[in-house]
């Protein structure tokens, strides 16, 4: 239990907790926050396909599927690239406690759960992921926060006016940087590492990336199925490109010194971008189209 400080906020946060006991069995702050961002991103999917006709059942059997499917996935992914670690601590591969999910695997696997229920339950591959897509950002979006309590996903050093500052005794050695460490700040006898709360950085580009998308669901009217979920990769890729290269825990591509989540953030951007114009220009031409013959039959 420690303090979190933002100096340049005036704002100290004191024995900010790591884990709750119940029962004698301690149970992590990261853990209950993912839950609650599981929980409640399963919710809003579900509010959402009932809002726009869809059976909200659907989406909870969904839900549940891809919860379990996209953790594995995600602590997969987190593992694979952080082996040169795990191949000497094999036992901890299974230990979620201290974190270690990333968040690319996690989408990975909760997309390719959608692509096969959806064809399972006959439902629209891409319209699923129309819907579910908005639950995923939301539990992104609280998720994050679970990184606040584990103290992590931190960036570099920064004097700016949301620096944030964190004892050293709280952070995993392997993080700290150099640079951190000759910018270590001592507080009532405790030294403090100043960095950029990146974890804060992308849950309110989450918010933003969130409104837009309920924005597209529910107010605009010529969109095409597939329209929302690639517009969640081209704004959530835009903003976790910028914000992986700040972080100082990225996970590397092996022998290079590429950050994987970067790499792929800028790959899906890219993609993105060309398949939404693809599909707007699919979407003008087949409503031509339609508008031509409804014309043909009234002559």
Known sequence: MGSIRFPHLGIT???VIKSVSIGGFEIACYGIVLAFAMVTGLLLAMRVAKATGQNPDDYFDLGLTAIVISVICARIYYVVFSWDYYREHLSEIINLRQGGLAIYGGVIGGVTTVLIFA????LGCFRALDTAVIGLVWGQMVGRWGNFFNREAF???TDGLLAMQLPVSDVRAHEITDVMRSHIQTVDGVPYIQVHPTFFYESVWNLGVLLILLFLTFRVREKFDGMVFLSYLLLYGMGRFWIEGLRTDQLLWPGTGLAVSQLLSGILAVISVVLL???KKHKKGTK???????TEKKD
Do not use: F, N
């Open 13 to 15: 946060l004191d024995h």
């Open 119 to 122: 064809r399972v339950r006959k």
């Open 155 to 157: 960036g570099g050093y």
């Open 277 to 279: 114009l693809i599909g």
């Open 288 to 294: 031509e189209y339609e508008s031509k013959r409804t």
